[in-house]
């Protein structure tokens, strides 16, 4: 799975929009991009994914660029309880052993009142 | 039930002792999967079972390290003769989306072991 690269810390006011960078610039022509967050406590939970297309659902937005080297997840009115540790992860769909979730560091997002 | 539970929600060790730990995933879930999370880093890949057979657990770190699913619901991760570099959250998920869908995974709040 290729590597992604996120900041360490990001800080966003209650209300506004928390726009999450993700660079992955070795990602192959069949890798996903996938969003989980993990709640202080408790285990990670799926966001969002897309595959080359912009994605939107209750939770989020994922913006892909077009080159798919990187992509911003966009919470869009961020609220004190999406104060988590956000990762992105780049896998491919389906085929061999592939069931594997690579998490790495994250990004610690704080939602500041 | 409504999603993954896990038990013991923290556990204190001494070093040496043998310690289990409990993942009941969703229910109808086939696949099965335990994470270890050291403290500051991302989650990292033990072991994988499709209904009751382990397909894959070339995660785990030793031969202390050992997971079972008899009946292809309950698991059971025991450390055999825990050492203090053991210390960390593990955690269960389960996913009902097949193993290779990467959104369909609902993870428990784990278990912190502590050894002392």
Known sequence: DAKTTQPTSMDCAEGRAANLPCNHSTISGNEYVYWYRQIHSQGPQYIIHGLKNNETNEMASLIITEDRKSSTLILPHATLRDTAVYYCIVRVESGGSNYKLTFGKGTLLTVNP | ?116
Request: proline share 5%; hydrophobic share 30%; glycine share 12%.
């Open chain 2, 1 to 116: 039930g409504a999603g993954v539970s896990q038990s013991p929600r923290y556990k204190v060790a001494k070093r040496g002792q043998d310690v289990a730990l409990r993942c009941d995933p969703i229910s109808g879930h086939v696949s099965l999967f335990w994470y270890q999370q050291a403290l500051g880093q991302g989650p990292e890949f033990l072991t994988y079972f499709q209904n009751e057979a382990q397909l894959d657990k070339s995660g785990l770190p030793s031969d202390r390290f050992f997971a079972e699913r008899p009946e292809g619901s309950v698991s059971t991760l025991k450390i055999q003769r825990t050492q203090q570099e053991d210390s960390a959250v593990y955690l269960c998920a389960s996913s009902s989306t097949g193993p290779s869908a990467g959104y369909g995974y609902t993870f428990g709040s784990g278990t912190r072991l502590t050894v002392v």
